[in-house]
């Protein structure tokens, strides 16, 4: 069982940065693979970024490429996504995700590949 929280969210302008953290519990968070996902008001939840369990592969959205940076620290049970040059396009609830998955670009990025779930942060970009 993993329980994860995120937190880091805000309010922030166009072109700002903002660094969102996810907090693992339990002693196998580095055997999972994990994810960052998004969804805004009345649209469905999108893949942003994820890693594999060492850390070694990534792999981003499209829309995010260049801007977020995913990174996991596994001595700390944390997961970080570092979002710069953000767009109001960016704004979203952000949710982290943990699974055992094969790190394969197609898996990484399926929602239905993940076990377990946060609750989310708000992040707001204003223009």
């Known amino acids: 069982q993993v329980q994860l929280v995120e937190s880091g969210g805000g309010l922030v302008q166009a072109g700002g940065s903002l660094r969102l953290s996810c907090a693992a519990s339990g002693r196998t968070f580095s055997s999972y693979a994990m994810g960052w996902f998004r969804q805004a008001p009345g649209k469905e939840r999108q893949f942003v970024a994820g890693?594999?369990?060492?850390?070694?592969?990534?792999y981003y959205a499209d829309s995010v490429k260049g801007r977020f940076t995913i990174s996991r620290d596994n001595a700390k049970n944390t997961v970080y996504l570092q979002m710069s040059s953000l767009k109001p396009e960016d704004t979203a609830v952000y949710y982290c995700?943990?699974?055992?998955?094969?790190?394969?670009?197609?898996?990484?990025?399926?929602?239905?590949?993940?076990?377990?779930w946060g609750q989310g942060t708000q992040v707001t970009v204003s223009s």
């Open positions: 890693i594999s369990w060492s850390g070694v592969s990534t």
């Open positions: 995700a943990a699974g055992r998955i094969s790190s394969t670009a197609v898996r990484v990025a399926d929602h239905r590949e993940y076990n377990y």
